[in-house]
């Protein structure tokens, strides 16, 4: 089977519902389409041994060197860091795309994030890194090799 991309999430979608691809990577709306009744399904980290994947895809929080209000940027990065704030961030990603909003702290209800995302004691997690830390020419190198050499 050939690879193929394409940037509407909804098309891909339909493509799988229809079989015209076994696999779908990086899918949305997969719950909509559930619910929808299309014969599509997902898999979660909790049914992989290896567990699942740690992202920063919406925990990423900087603090600039030059803010033009320093102080004020720490107190809001302190308050979304607190329980309560990761309490808000967790409620609100969630909401958004229920894959990323598990909040990294324990002290906080996890009863919001579906079943098949919630950490599990005992699971073995990775935590991915950003293209940043790691070297991406062999990503790159095998991307290249799968498409035929086409960017």
Known sequence: ???????DYDQMMDWLAVGKFAVYFFSRGTDDA???????GELTP?????????TPIRGVIALLN???????????????????GQTAFQKVS?????????????????DIIPPGYRREPGLVQVEALS?????????????????????
Not at 1 to 7: D, E, I, N
Not at 46 to 54: I, S
Not at 75 to 84: C, T
Not at 131 to 151: C, N, Q
């Open 1 to 7: 089977m050939k690879v193929t991309l394409s940037r």
């Open 34 to 40: 559930v619910r929808k009744g299309l014969p599509v």
């Open 46 to 54: 909790a049914q992989f041994k290896e567990g699942g994947v740690l």
């Open 66 to 84: 030059r803010a033009p209000h320093p102080n004020a940027a720490k107190v809001f990065i302190n308050w979304v860091l607190s329980r309560e």
């Open 94 to 110: 969630v909401a958004d795309n229920a894959a990323s909003g598990n909040s990294m702290r324990e002290d906080i209800s996890k």
């Open 131 to 151: 293209g940043e830390m790691i070297d991406t020419r062999p990503i790159i190198k095998l991307v290249d090799e799968i498409l035929g050499g086409k960017p």
